[in-house]
């Protein structure tokens, strides 16, 4: 594999020469960090969602995932929130196998607030899955873990140094292929607090009611 130049940011890797529809030979290109990493661009963020700030940046951890149908394992995640200037975060997900290193689950997908104190989130699955999450964004003073009742309500729940932010989010719809593992519901608790981010996932799947499946503590390294 080649590596043409790279920057922050910006990792394009080719693999060899292909030929397209038309039968002209094309680079092959692997653009796997580009679609997030892209989006790390020097801007402000967008007003409209000046409460997800916190969540900007690249968050590293372990997790465990658990579920009635499946053996229980450990894994190692890596998070990228990033954002261009727009109204909108993208969420470039992976993770590997504690202990061996094997890569297991990722996903990507896209937040947005549609308004104050209001969160979507979009997440596409290899897996033949694909969830419209919706919910809401509080932030809660982390010493006494309440949600805020005084954010303004012109801008929403104040994401403050020292206050907790809390994502609850549940799936509007869940679409999955033929082929897909049949997964009818999920729902995902972010709780940020500084650079600390803690997440759990529940899913309706193989014929079970909502059940735990993933809970990780993260840490923003950058
Ligand atoms: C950190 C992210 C995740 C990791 C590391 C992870 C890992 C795993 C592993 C190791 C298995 C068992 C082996 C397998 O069947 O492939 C599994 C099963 C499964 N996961 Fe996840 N997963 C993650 C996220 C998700 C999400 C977001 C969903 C759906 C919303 C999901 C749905 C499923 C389903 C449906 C199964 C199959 C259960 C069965 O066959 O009985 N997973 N996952």
Not at 106 to 133: F, K, N, W
Not at 151 to 172: E, M, N, W, Y
Not at 186 to 199: K, L, P
Request: contains cysteine; negative net charge; charged residues 15%.
């Amino acid at each position: 594999m080649t590596a043409l130049p790279s920057r922050r940011g910006l990792d394009i890797r080719y693999t060899s020469l292909g030929v397209d529809q038309f039968g002209s030979k094309v680079k092959v290109f692997l653009s796997y960090r580009l679609a997030c990493d892209a989006l790390v661009v020097n801007t402000t963020l967008h007003p409209d969602i000046a409460t997800l700030g916190a969540l900007v940046g690249t968050w590293t951890g372990q997790g465990h995932g658990e579920y009635p149908t499946i053996t229980s394992f450990d894994y190692e995640e890596t998070v990228t929130f990033a954002h261009m200037g727009k109204p909108f975060l993208s969420y470039l997900q992976r993770t590997s196998s504690v202990p061996d290193g094997h890569p297991l689950h990722i996903e990507v997908g896209y937040l947005r607030m549609p308004s104050p104190g209001i969160v979507e989130m979009i997440v596409s699955q290899p897996t033949g899955i694909a969830e419209v999450d919706e919910g809401t964004i509080t932030a809660a003073d982390s010493t006494s873990a309440e949600p805020s009742t005084s954010a303004d309500p012109s801008t929403g729940p104040a994401a403050t140094i020292g206050s907790t932010l809390v994502l609850d989010l549940h799936s509007a719809s869940v679409a999955t292929s033929t082929s897909a593992k049949p997964v009818t519901q999920v729902t995902r608790r972010i709780v940020i607090d500084g650079d600390v981010m803690h997440y759990e996932l529940k899913m309706a799947a193989m014929g079970l009611d909502l059940t735990h499946h993933l809970s990780a503590t993260l840490h923003k390294v950058e």
